[in-house]
């Protein structure tokens, strides 16, 4: 079956660093992909997202590119911030089916001073 | 335009016990869904619809009941609270054109089965 599998965390972070969360997926057919963001407490919200191959989502700072030769779909920002912190979660979705989604486990983002 | 509510947001239950989680969307999305979230596993879908009238089962459906006599409302409902069904839960919806759509959470329920 469909699956998606994300880096372990807590990644830990110094304001302004670098951020790659590494997320791969196993599907047939053509998938859609998300990042999910979740922050203390609340509900996930949708980050961004990607239709077909090579397409980019964009949102907040924080990129990703459907990459189908590579069955991957990583999370990237030039430099993060405290408010970044929260659970990111790789997602994906196939038409039919009530157009599930199928989750990674999700990964902790903390962000220090 | 209040998105996806649930109610409680907080239960606590002795195993045994019956109780239904209240979700609620005034988007007037087809598609609505309920998943569990446990540590170590991401979420995991319980129950699906696809309209009223229509549900079916996701990934984990066992101890669980669900129906939707309405487009707005998708109750879950536990009718022997486990132990093992302590978890957080979500209840999320969505248009169901295609699979480029959104889908919207609500804040959760968090269930502690004693």
Request: proline share 0%; net charge negative.
């Given at each position: 079956g469909d699956s998606v599998t994300q880096m372990e965390g807590p990644v830990t972070l110094s304001e302004e660093a670098f951020l790659t969360i590494n997320c791969t997926y196993t599907a047939t057919g053509y998938p859609s992909l998300f990042w999910y963001v979740q922050y203390p407490g609340e509900g996930l919200q949708l980050l961004l997202k990607a239709t077909k191959a090579d397409d980019k989502g964009s949102n907040k700072g924080f990129e990703a590119t459907y990459r189908k030769e590579t069955t991957s779909f990583h999370l990237e920002k030039g430099s993060v911030q405290v408010s970044d912190s929260a659970v990111y979660f790789c997602a994906l979705s196939k038409g039919g089916g009530g157009n599930k989604l199928t989750f990674g486990t999700g990964t902790q983002l903390k962000v220090e001073l | 335009n209040a998105g996806v509510t649930q109610t409680p947001k907080f239960q606590v239950l002795k195993t045994g016990q019956s109780m239904t989680l209240q979700c609620a969307q005034?988007?007037?999305?087809e598609y609505m869904s309920w998943y569990r979230q446990d540590p170590g596993m991401g979420l995991r879908l319980i129950h699906y619809s696809v309209g009223a009238g229509i549900t079916d089962q996701g990934e984990v459906p066992n101890g669980y009941n669900v129906s939707r006599s309405t487009t707005e409302d998708f109750p879950l409902r536990l009718l022997s609270a486990a132990p093992s069904q302590t978890s957080v839960y979500f209840c999320a919806s969505r248009r169901?054109?295609?699979?480029?759509e959104t889908q919207y959470f609500g804040p959760g329920t968090r269930l502690l089965v004693l």
């Open positions: - | 005034d988007m007037n999305h169901t054109s295609g699979n480029q």
